[in-house]
């Protein structure tokens, strides 16, 4: 049962342009989301967050939207650049949880010089 | 510069062969996690660790996987004996054990497995 989902695998996406990563998640006790980077042979890395209680957090070219209703998060990258591609993981947590998180499958996100 | 390290990076082993994972968290973390990538799962919890004493290993097969933290500088993961199912790159992540949008986990480069 997954409980958080990544239904694209890949995405390739316009050096410049803007790349859009999408989330679904089934869980609604689940009350914050985290988004990682993962370069190959390396281990993932934390890149933006955002608690249920907002609906967009900002952090440079990165924006996390979410969409309680929906329950579906998406997360915005503009100007794409070479040195995002990697693979994202979308992650979620409850406070319920402890410091549990429950990640989804990745998209494998391909910048296009 | 604070990293959580793993050893060792690769392994190659054949069937029925016992595999020790270890795990250095960052100094100062009290929460440690052990996941397993696969393609089909993404990344999977097997186990987690706060303050040593282990919450919860429901993900971890447990007839062959177990986990320990003999001390707060390292924690182990062992597969006996190893099945080619068991095949994966296997992350140890460490945190503070802040609960929210702060809980950012800090991962290690993993190990690559492979059980032939």
């Known amino acids: 049962d997954q409980q958080v989902k990544q239904n694209s695998p890949s995405l390739s996406v316009q050096e410049g342009r803007i790349s859009i990563l999408n989330c679904d998640y089934t869980?609604?006790?689940?009350?914050?989301f985290l988004w990682y980077k993962k370069y190959p042979a390396e281990g993932p890395t934390f890149l933006i967050s955002?608690?249920?209680?907002?609906d967009k957090n900002e952090d440079g070219r990165f924006t996390v939207f979410l969409n309680k209703s929906a329950k579906h998060l998406s997360l915005h990258i503009v100007p794409s650049q070479p040195g995002d591609s990697a693979v994202y993981f979308c992650?979620?947590?409850?406070?319920?949880?402890?410091?549990?998180?429950?990640f989804g499958t990745g998209t494998r996100l391909t910048i296009i010089p | 510069d604070a990293r959580v390290t793993q050893t060792p990076r690769h392994k190659v082993t054949e069937m029925g062969q016992e595999v020790t994972m270890r795990c250095q968290p960052i100094?100062?973390?009290?929460?440690v996690f052990w996941y397993r990538q696969t393609m089909m799962q993404g990344l999977e919890l097997l186990a987690y660790?706060?303050?040593?004493?282990?919450?919860?290993d429901s993900g971890m097969p447990k007839d062959r996987f177990s986990a320990e933290m003999p001390d707060a500088t390292l924690a182990t993961l062992k597969i006996q004996p190893s099945e080619p199912r068991d095949s994966a790159v296997y992350f140890c992540?460490?945190?503070?054990?802040?609960?929210?949008?702060?809980?950012?986990?800090?991962f290690g480069p993993g190990t690559r497995l492979t059980v032939l």
């Open positions: 992540a460490s945190g503070l054990g802040e609960g929210g949008q702060d809980n950012e986990q800090f």
């Open positions: 869980n609604s006790m689940f009350d914050y």
């Open positions: 955002i608690s249920s209680i907002k």
């Open positions: 992650a979620a947590g409850s406070i319920f949880g402890n410091e549990k998180l429950t």
């Open positions: 100094l100062g973390h009290n929460t």
């Open positions: 660790f706060r303050n040593r004493a282990p919450l919860d």
